[in-house]
């Protein structure tokens, strides 16, 4: 920390002791409960519970709806990071060389980013209902789309749905990014590389890693989480539960059935995939990456 | 000449860009000023009608939910006081703790430090049902208390705040002490005027996630009194038009302190790297 620093008994737990009282109410206590339920059986009537040791992880690793959930999640956060990485990007690098109205597309480019998952998902759900939807009598006029039927028509939906305002988010830090590379480098490459599409894969691009790296981890932490309010209001899983992303999947089982073990065992494993990241991220890509 | 080729094709994709982000909330608000009769017979619609202020009223003051006991009115009060409450509890306690952590010698300091930090692993999602139950052991169901306590329960703003005390000189601290400068008031005169755009910035950024939650509130109100705007959206009957306009009405108080305060948000952001 500080080298040089307060020497007190007891005054920095005055400052430390707020958060750390609601953090042990209300995080600790409920992960503890996690953790707990995870390794008990309830009986259906909910009268008593037993130790069960690995079972409910034995349980959910045996049940196929399980992996279908793991599957789609996956396929959503690398599909969601692609499409709203790569849009955001293209929209940024074009912003950043306009010299009318940079502010005004900025602004306007923006404020998507503010709007509730859940509102953005009942949004949706005008567009692709059978009755009114645009999207839903255009891609119907394409190809025959029925997303309640079919399950590749189902991911074009939540991942159109899913994309939509994140792209705002990937839109504002690659934008920042760029404006932050000194213009120096860029006018010294100019003078190495006349093309364009080279020299920005080359300087430009190498030099935004740090942003890039950062938005791969906020979209897939957006993936995981933040889509539950979109796969509510939009397909609730449909067809058969080919859309349920893993966090859909532990609400339902421990909500609507009750499964207070299984929905433990789930948090639990998505909390090792979480952890999982998180490590990646600190180990291997922090030290690949030019920091300008 | 090949210069204005190129701004020209810089312009042509922002303006699609544009599109696909102001289209779809331009024809749900274009279709929330038609009666629901003409929508259900027309389909959605791209310009104006004349059902402007009786939809948008009516919204506003019509009793609605399962058992009509609530107006959206109400429900924007709600999300006011959930979303103020968060970003308040969130600020202030995130900047003390910074503050304890980088100011202090602590005993265990790492232990603490871990004890916050690795809370960012789990974010509310993964811990909803036993949250829930706690909060029930606690009588705190259907309170604001509830709404808002374990949502400020994050460390992500004392992350920030520890990055941003970090990047202060240490000469700041050398020159308080040498004029005799307690702890309290060294945080309360120099490190709170210094941290103002950085406080701005998660105030904002706490206010639009707070209002903007909708698993939590789903769970924590079986009573209608306390139904927000984002989680009474998918509950919330009506027609048609009445549905639009909520639509519009629900995104309209983040939208408007993204767009007044982007550049203090962006700033307090960017201040870190």
Redesign the interface.
């Known amino acids: 920390?500080?080298?040089?620093?307060?020497?007190?008994n007891y005054?920095?737990?005055?400052?430390?002791a707020?958060?750390?009282l609601?953090?042990l109410?209300?995080?600790y206590?409920?992960?503890i409960?996690?953790f707990k339920?995870a390794f008990t059986m309830q009986d259906a009537f909910g009268f008593g519970s037993q130790f069960a040791g690995f079972d409910n992880f034995l349980f959910i690793f045996s049940d196929p709806s399980y992996f279908t959930a793991f599957k789609f999640t996956i396929i959503y956060s690398f599909v969601i990071t692609l499409i709203t990485g790569s849009?955001g990007l293209?929209?940024a690098v074009?912003?950043n060389?306009?010299?009318h109205?940079k502010s005004a597309?900025?602004?306007?480019?923006?404020?998507?980013?503010?709007?509730?998952?859940?509102?953005v998902g009942?949004?949706a759900n005008?567009?692709f209902s059978e009755?009114?939807?645009?999207l839903h009598h255009l891609f119907n006029n394409l190809w025959g789309f029925n997303w309640y039927e079919n399950v590749f028509d189902a991911y074009i939906y939540v991942i159109i749905a899913g994309s939509?305002k994140q792209?705002?988010a990937n839109?504002?830090f690659f934008l920042?990014g760029l404006q932050?590379i000194q213009k120096t480098v860029i006018e010294a490459s100019i003078i190495d590389c006349k093309s364009?599409i080279r020299r920005f894969w080359t300087i430009t691009f190498p030099l935004l890693m740090p942003t890039t790296f950062f938005l791969i981890i906020i979209n897939i932490?957006y993936a995981f989480?933040d889509t539950?309010?979109i796969i509510?209001?939009t397909t609730i899983g449909a067809p058969g539960s080919e859309t349920k992303t893993l966090?859909y999947k532990?609400?339902i089982d421990?909500?609507k059935g009750l499964d207070?073990g299984s929905?433990?065992a789930q948090?639990i494993m998505?909390?090792i995939i979480?952890?999982v990241i998180?490590i990646f991220q600190f180990r291997y890509i922090e030290g690949k990456i030019h920091y300008n | 000449m090949t210069k204005y080729i190129s701004l020209t094709i810089n312009h042509f994709i922002l303006s699609i860009g544009l599109l696909v982000m102001i289209v779809p909330i331009w024809i749900i608000f274009a279709s929330s000023t038609h009666s629901s009769l003409f929508i259900n017979t027309n389909g959605l619609q791209f310009f104006l009608g004349d059902n402007f202020i009786e939809n948008y009223s009516r919204v506003l003051f019509k009793q609605s939910g399962f058992f009509n006991e609530i107006t959206a009115l109400k429900m924007f009060f709600n999300s006011f006081v959930m979303a103020t409450g968060i970003a308040i509890l969130s600020v202030v306690t995130s900047l003390m703790a910074a503050y304890g952590l980088v100011y202090f010698k602590v005993k265990y300091a790492t232990v603490i430090f871990w004890l916050i930090f690795i809370t960012l692993l789990v974010p509310l999602e993964l811990r909803i049902m036993p949250s829930y139950i706690v909060m029930s052991k606690l009588n705190l169901v259907n309170t604001f208390a509830g709404l808002i306590l374990p949502i400020s329960a994050s460390a992500i703003a004392t992350f920030f705040f520890r990055q941003f005390y970090k990047s202060i000189p240490d000469e700041l601290l050398e020159a308080a002490k040498l004029d005799g400068t307690n702890s309290l008031r060294f945080f309360i005169d120099f490190l709170i005027p210094l941290s103002k755009t950085m406080i701005a910035a998660v105030f904002i950024f706490m206010f639009v996630f707070g209002y903007n939650q909708y698993l939590w509130p789903l769970i924590m109100t079986t009573s209608e009194q306390y139904w927000t705007v984002v989680m009474g959206l998918k509950t919330m009957y009506g027609s048609i038009s009445d549905r639009f306009a909520f639509v519009i009405m629900s995104m309209i108080p983040p939208v408007i302190i993204i767009i007044f305060l982007q550049k203090l948000f962006i700033q307090g952001i960017f201040q870190n790297k």
């Open positions: 920390m500080k080298k040089v620093q307060f020497k007190s005054s920095q737990y005055f400052f430390l707020p958060q750390l609601i953090l109410i209300f995080l206590w409920p992960i409960q996690t339920d849009i293209l929209l074009q912003a060389k306009v010299m109205g597309y900025k602004t306007l480019l923006i404020w998507p980013y503010a709007i509730a998952p859940a509102v009942v949004m005008y567009f009755r009114y939807g645009l939509w792209i705002s839109f504002i920042a932050a364009n932490t989480f539950f309010g509510d209001t966090v532990a609400y421990g909500f207070l929905a433990g948090s998505m909390m979480v952890l998180t």
